[in-house]
């Protein structure tokens, strides 16, 4: 059976993907409110990346890799990020590359052993056999360490060549990431070993358990210098928190004065952090751009708390290099979430608006994708709220959330009324109309208030209907 033998984390994202559209509704709800509720059940953040990818990804359109591939990027998986090729992840590699990097490897580098290879381990899983697949694999990442080697030298001095690569692996950083991949396939071993002594999740890295941490790093094992950036970033995939890598830094200098990080090898920590959080802006601008909306106001409160965190427990001067881009990163936030702050009453004017009985075609109603994208804007919006002070959105989130408050206290009394009042062409418009306001209300009032509201509403469309009928 296709998958059989393979890790957990990949039946997990077989899971998720094949979850219906109504399960995974329900499951990104569930998360999200513990998460912005102060809960952090283990591996949350992780589940919610992937129903985020899956949807950026169109679910069961996306091209996947097989059982074969997947055994042999099985190394990889903690350093892949989720993240367009073009922006540089220290010591981590695209997940979209995986896909063009594996068909370079079967078609250019190794085209007979990667055949030979695939086909091996595809009888080995349908025979049952997982420990034979990854014997299998284990003998083809050792063989595919020496290929990437010799291809690397030959790239040295090849500008054509290099060219070449970035255009079969769909990445301007494809040298790059074809170093990182031989890197982590030759570390496998002690990477695999350094895994099982870490926590599979560390909900906090402090007191007793930052310790332990970093003295697996320090030691023989983590501190090679071939392996200390890998082992890093292995150490962030176990964080419920990615930023709190930092903690790292500041206890090998003994302080969170940012020149005394930098003097200790631990300082590359602070750029996978950044790097991170800067990777989370785009995700969440993206997300709000194309009106996906899943789990955003989740990514809001990590993008806030890594703010925070970074602010608090690392001094950096403004006029650093550290100091800059964690202020570029700041604006960039701000900027963005004003814009779609800024959207929000006039999204919601356009669906709740009294409306004269001519412009109502006979028989419409609201579209429910447009509410349901209005209802989580507005959670969004109120989400910010809680967060406006570190992300620099105090004023306009403010002024917003009042304008929409007025709005709706205003103009459900008037929507009441046409419903009371409406003809028959135009009841479900108008019906539809309410509706989209009680679920608004609930956002912005709560839950009594919109309960108050749609019995306010059955009471004005049973009386419309008595009126009719008398």
Same mark, same amino acid.
């Given at each position: 059976? /296709?998958?059989?033998?393979?890790?957990?984390?990949?039946?997990?994202?077989?899971?998720?993907?094949?979850?219906?559209?109504?399960?995974?509704?329900?499951?990104?709800?569930?998360?999200?409110?513990?998460?912005?509720?102060?809960?952090?059940?283990?591996?949350?953040?992780?589940?919610?990346?992937?129903?985020?990818?899956?949807?950026?990804?169109?679910?069961?359109?996306?091209?996947?890799?097989?059982?074969?591939?997947?055994?042999?990027?099985?190394?990889?998986?903690? %350093?892949?990020?989720?993240?367009?090729?073009?922006?540089?992840?220290?010591?981590?590699?695209?997940?979209?590359?995986?896909?063009?990097?594996?068909?370079?490897?079967?078609?250019?580098?190794?085209?007979?052993?990667?055949?030979?290879?695939?086909?091996?381990?595809?009888?080995?899983? %349908?025979?049952?056999?997982?420990?034979?697949?990854?014997?299998?694999?284990?003998?083809?990442?050792?063989?595919?360490?020496?290929?990437?080697?010799?291809?690397?030298?030959?790239?040295?001095?090849?500008?054509?060549?290099?060219?070449?690569?970035?255009?079969?692996?769909?990445?301007?950083?494809?040298?790059?990431?074809?170093?990182?991949?031989?890197?982590?396939?030759?570390?496998?071993?002690?990477?695999?070993?350094?895994?099982?002594?870490?926590?599979?999740?560390?909900?906090?890295?402090?007191?007793?358990?930052?310790?332990?941490?970093?003295?697996?790093?320090?030691?023989?094992?983590?501190?090679?210098?071939?392996?200390?950036?890998?082992?890093?970033?292995?150490? %962030?995939?176990?964080?419920?928190?990615?930023?709190?890598?930092?903690?790292?830094?500041?206890?090998?200098?003994?302080?969170?004065?940012?020149?005394?990080?930098?003097?200790?090898?631990?300082?590359?920590?602070?750029?996978?952090?950044?790097?991170?959080?800067?990777?989370?802006?785009?995700?969440?601008?993206?997300?709000?751009?194309?009106?996906?909306?899943?789990?955003?106001?989740?990514?809001?409160?990590?993008?806030?708390?890594?703010?925070?965190?970074?602010?608090?427990?690392?001094?950096?001067?403004?006029?650093?290099?550290?100091?800059?881009?964690? /202020?570029?990163?700041?604006?960039?936030?701000?900027?963005?979430?004003?814009?779609?702050?800024?959207?929000?009453?006039?999204?919601?004017?356009?669906?709740?608006?009294?409306?004269?009985?001519?412009?109502?075609?006979?028989?419409?109603?609201?579209?429910?994708?447009?509410?349901?994208?209005?209802?989580?804007?507005?959670?969004?919006?109120?989400?910010?709220?809680?967060?406006?002070?570190?992300?620099?959105?105090?004023?306009?989130?403010?002024?917003?959330?009042?304008?929409?408050?007025?709005?709706?206290?205003?103009?459900?009394?008037?929507?009441?009324?046409?419903?009371?009042?409406?003809?028959?062409?135009?009841?479900?418009?108008?019906?539809?109309?309410?509706?989209?306001?009680?679920?608004?209300?609930?956002?912005?009032?709560?839950?009594?208030?919109?309960?108050?509201?749609?019995?306010?509403?059955?009471?004005?469309?049973?009386?419309?209907?008595?009126?009719?009928?008398?």
């Amino acid at each position: 059976m /296709a998958g059989a033998g393979l890790p957990p984390i990949d039946r997990l994202r077989t899971f998720l993907r094949d979850l219906k559209p109504g399960a995974r509704s329900l499951l990104i709800s569930e998360l999200e409110r513990s998460l912005l509720g102060g809960n952090n059940p283990a591996g949350a953040e992780m589940v919610l990346a992937e129903l985020r990818r899956n949807l950026r990804d169109g679910n069961a359109t996306a091209a996947r890799v097989g059982d074969p591939a997947r055994l042999f990027f099985l190394p990889v998986e903690p %350093m892949l990020v989720d993240d367009v090729p073009d922006h540089k992840h220290r010591g981590r590699i695209a997940r979209a590359t995986i896909e063009p990097m594996w068909l370079w490897l079967r078609n250019a580098l190794l085209p007979a052993e990667a055949k030979a290879y695939s086909e091996q381990v595809e009888q080995a899983l %349908m025979a049952g056999d997982a420990d034979a697949a990854e014997h299998l694999a284990r003998v083809f990442q050792d063989r595919t360490v020496r290929s990437l080697q010799r291809a690397l030298d030959a790239l040295a001095n090849d500008d054509k060549e290099r060219r070449r690569l970035a255009v079969q692996l769909g990445s301007p950083r494809a040298l790059d990431d074809v170093r990182i991949l031989r890197e982590i396939l030759d570390a496998r071993d002690s990477l695999a070993v350094l895994g099982t002594q870490l926590p599979a999740h560390i909900n906090s890295l402090s007191g007793p358990m930052l310790d332990q941490v970093k003295s697996l790093l320090d030691s023989p094992l983590g501190a090679k210098s071939d392996l200390f950036l890998y082992s890093l970033v292995l150490v %962030m995939s176990r964080l419920a928190a990615p930023w709190q890598l930092i903690r790292l830094a500041t206890k090998a200098a003994g302080a969170d004065v940012a020149n005394r990080v930098a003097e200790t090898p631990y300082a590359v920590a602070v750029d996978i952090v950044l790097d991170e959080i800067e990777r989370k802006v785009r995700e969440l601008a993206g997300d709000l751009k194309s009106g996906r909306g899943v789990a955003v106001s989740a990514l809001l409160k990590e993008i806030h708390d890594a703010l925070r965190g970074m602010r608090s427990e690392l001094d950096l001067p403004i006029e650093s290099a550290w100091g800059k881009q964690l /202020a570029a990163v700041r604006a960039e936030v701000s900027n963005f979430l004003t814009a779609e702050i800024e959207l929000m009453p006039g999204r919601v004017r356009r669906l709740v608006r009294p409306r004269p009985s001519k412009e109502i075609v006979a028989d419409t109603a609201l579209d429910p994708e447009d509410v349901a994208d209005a209802e989580a804007l507005i959670g969004f919006v109120v989400t910010c709220r809680n967060y406006a002070g570190e992300l620099a959105i105090n004023e306009v989130t403010q002024r917003t959330y009042n304008e929409l408050r007025q709005y709706l206290d205003t103009g459900t009394r008037t929507l009441l009324d046409a419903l009371r009042n409406a003809e028959d062409g135009e009841r479900s418009f108008r019906q539809s109309q309410v509706d989209a306001a009680v679920r608004f209300c609930g956002k912005v009032f709560g839950a009594e208030y919109a309960s108050l509201l749609a019995k306010a509403a059955e009471v004005a469309s049973h009386g419309e209907r008595k009126a009719a009928r008398a």
